[in-house]
């Protein structure tokens, strides 16, 4: 059974900066990609940042400059590191990962942001 485990979430002000990180256990597959997508109240889902296999990486235009995704392959696991936060940034953070045929959700972490 595939498992995501998030962590690192929570309240932090504006200007500050906080770590997620994701944990895949129990994927048969290879993983492709790993990805972080956030969703604020009334908003859909959107991408924040995707890793490939291969370290490539591309980010919504709204955190470029301020967040970095990183990927330990050996571990399965995926970090979002957080810098000058915005209140706009509140939402709740899911982590992705796509390996052979399937995508994989986390259950969701909130991290809000007050100004």
């Known amino acids: 059974q595939v498992q995501l485990v998030e962590s690192g979430g929570g309240l932090v002000r504006a200007g500050g900066s906080l770590r997620l990180s994701c944990a895949a256990s129990?994927?048969?597959?290879?993983?492709?990609?790993m990805a972080w997508y956030r969703q604020a109240p009334g908003k859909e889902r959107e991408l924040v940042a995707r890793i490939t296999s291969g370290g490539l990486t591309n980010y919504a235009d709204s955190v470029k400059g301020r967040f970095i995704i990183s990927r330990d392959n050996a571990e399965d696991t995926v970090d979002l590191q957080m810098t000058t936060l915005k209140s706009e940034d509140t939402a709740i953070y899911h982590c992705q990962v796509v390996a052979g045929p399937h995508h994989y959700w986390g259950q969701g972490i909130q991290v809000t942001v007050s100004s």
């Open positions: 129990g994927v048969i597959f290879a993983i492709n990609a």
